[in-house]
C-alpha cells in the first residue's frame, strides 16, 4: 500500500483530485468508484473547480457508487444519489445515465442487489474506486463480521455506524438501519484504490492498517493489502493523532 501524508484536509483533498483528474485526461471514457461521507467532499470540490476553471472533461466519465440506504427515495437530503448529484454530478458535464448509484427501496431487496450486481459486469473494471473508511474499518457498508460479501448485497448497519452517521440525521432514529453495499469482490475489481482518510477520529482505523500486519473480516479495510495497487491518502491528524 502507498501512503502520501497531507498537512491538512485540503491538502488530500488536492492529492486525490490530481490522480483523478490525471486518469481522466489520460482515458477520458474512465469508470470511477465513487463514495459518499464527509471525506470525499473536498475532492468533490476540487474536480468542479477543475472543470469550471481547466475544463476538465466528463461526457465520456462513467460512475458507479459504493452504496446507498434502504428505503430513502433520490428527494430524501439524506440518501447517496441525492449527495453524489449535489456535491459532483449537477457541477459537471458527466452524463447523468452515466451515473449509478445502487436503489433500494424495500420492495424486492434481492433484485435490487442482482440489478446492481449486472450494472458492475456489464460496465466492466473501474480505473479508480475512491474509498473512505469507517472508524470500525468499514469500507462502504461492509461492516465487521466473521464473513463479509463478495458481491452488492442488502446489509444491517452495525450500532456505531448509525451512531456515527446520525450527525446528518436529525434524531437517531432517522438513520436507516439497513444499506444496499458493493461487495469486497466488486471493490477489488479496480484497477487502483485510493483510500482516504482525516482527523483525529480515524487515527486508531489508520494505525490499525500500517502497522497491524494483519487482515481481517472484522476489520474489513485490512483486506486492502491484498489488492495490489491502493493509495492511502491520509492527513496528518488521521496519521498522527
Ligand atoms: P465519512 O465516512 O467520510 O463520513 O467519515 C466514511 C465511511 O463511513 O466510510
Redesign the pocket.
Known sequence: MKTIICKDYDEMSKKAAEIITKQVKEKPDSVLGL?T????IGLYKCLIKEHKENGLDFSKVKTVNLDEYVGLGEKDDQSYIYFMRDNLFNHINIKKENTHVPESNKEDLKLDTEKYNKLLDDIGTRDIQV????VNG???FNEPDDKLNLRTSIVDLTEE?IE??SRFFEKKEDVPTKAISMGLEDIFDAKCIILLANGK??KEAIDKILNGKFVDTNFPASLLHLHPNVVLIVDEEAYNG
Open positions: 463514495a461521507g464527509s471525506t470525499p474509498l473512505g473508511i469507517g468499514h469500507i462502504a455506524t456515527v452517521n477520529s480515524k
